[in-house]
């Protein structure tokens, strides 16, 4: 610990600096030689030198060559400025339901903790030199090798990773993407869907075109009578319709896009992951044989909401754009837990917990399917992959009112009026978007029931 002579340097500072902000040592005074004042302080000169170079550091202090120290000139300090009061901002926690069926939550508690504090200790103890390096703008060569592979048996997907970009979100890679495609073209966007994505686009001031949906997804005549040039999708499990766009309207979309050489689909494939009836739909990319899909995936569902990981497949002719003219990108996810993720693939780690939880997710919808069939004025639908379903009923009460009534009773809901950019057509025609996947099978027994109880309050037909 410092003594207290090393600070004195700090009080002589002090001293020299009031009096120059009082006035009493006036611009261009000379101020007294370091020996000089080294003796009327009683100090050794190498502390008055300390003193001066801080005044000098500052701006209060010049020196002139073989003449000494001098007061600067200085900026006029009002010193009876108003002061200014407090500002105390209050922070709002979000409430907690005893019953919470929000889209975004998972299964955390089968998430295997064992192995990933593992092979965090494997990261730290075979790369602790090029951890601490910078991020290739790509993202780790490993990891985007692994995700290539992922997609080959997953997805249909035979790409090189040399068009993987790794990011921390869907939200920032999506701003990447405007940025490489250009803030003047004209985007397409599902609606209903994500309210971020909407709030993306109005921030970045970006021309849009609403695409209402219907039985099939995006409706592909909207698409075409529109001046959209790039459209943004999720294909495999719409969010937040929950809809399974068929292969028919996936090549439907894929002409659209042959059309025109500037015509892009950005194909947001989430909650992919699980599907529990039928074989998977292939990715629209797995299907693009003109190099017009560009793919985008995050690990948010597979494995947790705070896991900040997710990737972007680019066509080559837009990783050659994206390699010249984003030179100075920066990948956004620490080394550290790539490295984690890139073993947690590698070894094969993932594919088990993907089949754990997918089998986890199908007792937990069998439960929710057996409970909604003892209620007839109320149906289940596009449940059939994803993490949510939806619930659709006629009601002589509003939307609103519904959800305000499970509040009530601690159950929250999300409804489908929070995704809509546009009025629905159907007033009396009530749904709402039902997200299951964080509760356990106790909670869905109690909570669902409770949750469709309350509905039928107010069912009509």
Known sequence: MANKKEYIYLEIYNHLKSMILSDVLKENDRLPSKRKLAASFSVSPMTIHKAYQELIDEGYVYTVEKKGYYVS???PIFFNQPKIKDIKIKETKDRTYLYDFNTSHVDTTHFPHQTWAKLA??????????????????????????????????RGMSIDQSQIIIGSSSTQLLSLLIELLGRNNVYGI????????????RTLDIKTNLIQLDAYGLSSKMLEASDTKIVHIVSSHQFPSGITMPIQRRIELLNWAYQETDRYIIEDDYDSEFKYQGRPVPALKGLDKGEKVIYMNTFSKSLAPSFRVAYLVLPIDLM?????????????????????????MNKEYFSRHLHKMMKIYREKLDLILDITEQY?????KNYESGLHFILSFYAKVSENEIIKQLETRNIHVLGMSLFRQTQHKQKDMIELVIGYSGLSKTQIKLGYTKLLDTISTYTTH
């Open 73 to 75: 000139k200085k900026v």
């Open 121 to 154: 200790r494997e990261v730290l103890s075979e790369h602790r030199e090029t951890m601490l390096n910078d991020v290739d703008a790509h993202g780790l060569y490993d990891l985007r090798s692994e995700i290539a592979r992922h997609l080959d048996i997953y």
């Open 190 to 201: 599902e609606d209903p869907s994500y309210p971020k994505i909407f709030h993306l686009f």
């Open 320 to 344: 050659k754009k994206f390699n010249k003219v984003m030179q100075y990108h920066r990948c956004t996810v620490p080394n550290f837990e790539q490295y984690i993720l890139y073993k947690f």
């Open 376 to 380: 007839q004025k109320i149906n289940i």
